[in-house]
C-alpha cells in the first residue's frame, strides 16, 4: 500500500472557466464564507503529504498559507495535462512514490475518502480514482510506476483515460460535485444551506 507521506498532492487550480461565464476565475468565487477553491486545501491541510503543490494560473488564493507550494502554469491553454506534467516534474524531482491529483473546484472532497483511496493502492503500479458510484473522477492516486504515462499525456483530458483501467473508490455523489458552472455552484449552496444561496 502506498503511504500519504510519500506522496506528493498535486492540486490543479489553473483552470480558465470557461462554462462559468465572464468572469477571470470561478475559484475565487465565494461558498461558505470562504473561496470556493480553498476548500479542498483546507479540508486535507492535516494530511501529511510529502509536498503540497498548488498549479496555478495568475489567481492568488494564498495557497501557500495552507502549506502548499505555488506553480505558475504559464501554459494553460495547453489543456490540463500541462498542469499535471509540471506537478508530477515536481514529484519525480523529489523521488515521490506516488502523487495524488486533485481538482480545486471540488470543495466537497474528505481526507476520510482519500485515507480510503491510499488503502485501495496496491504498489509502484497504482491507479486509484474516485467515483460516484457512476464514473470515475477525481481526486485519482497514481503510483510512480504511471509517472511516465502522466508525462505523456496531452490536451484537455487530463489522466480521464487512465483512470478508466484503474480501481475505483466509491463515495457519496455530493462529495464529488465539480462546480463548472453558476448553476451547479447555486444547486451546490443551496444543498449545503449556504447562505449565499439564491434558491433558498
Same mark, same amino acid.
Given at each position: ?31 461558505? *464564507? ?98 460516484? *458510484? ?30 478508466? *483501467? ?35
Amino acid at each position: 500500500m502506498l503511504k500519504v507521506e510519500e506522496c506528493v498532492l498535486i492540486l490543479l487550480a489553473a483552470g480558465k472557466s470557461e462554462r462559468f461565464g465572464d468572469i477571470r476565475s470561478k475559484l475565487d468565487q465565494d461558498f461558505l *464564507g470562504k473561496p470556493l477553491g480553498l476548500h479542498v486545501a483546507v479540508a486535507l491541510e492535516d494530511m501529511p503529504f510529502q509536498e503540497r503543490l498548488a498549479v496555478i494560473d495568475g489567481l492568488d488564493l494564498h495557497y501557500d498559507h495552507h502549506g502548499f507550494t505555488v506553480i505558475h502554469n504559464p501554459d494553460r491553454d495547453l489543456g490540463m495535462s500541462s498542469s499535471v506534467k509540471l506537478g508530477v516534474t515536481r514529484a519525480v524531482e523529489l523521488g515521490a512514490k506516488s502523487v495524488l491529483i486533485a481538482l480545486a473546484d471540488m470543495p466537497r472532497v474528505t481526507a476520510a475518502h482519500l485515507y480510503r483511496v491510499f488503502d485501495a493502492s496496491q504498489g509502484a503500479d497504482t491507479i486509484v480514482a474516485s467515483s460516484d *458510484g457512476c464514473d470515475p473522477k477525481p481526486p485519482a492516486l497514481f503510483g510512480a510506476g504511471q509517472f511516465d504515462c502522466l508525462l505523456a499525456l496531452d490536451g484537455g483530458t487530463g489522466a480521464r483515460d487512465l483512470v478508466k *483501467g484503474g480501481r475505483h473508490v466509491v463515495t457519496a455523489p455530493a462529495e464529488l460535485i465539480d462546480v463548472d458552472t453558476v448553476e451547479e455552484l447555486e444547486r451546490l449552496r443551496a444543498l449545503v444551506h449556504d447562505p449565499q444561496s439564491r434558491t433558498r
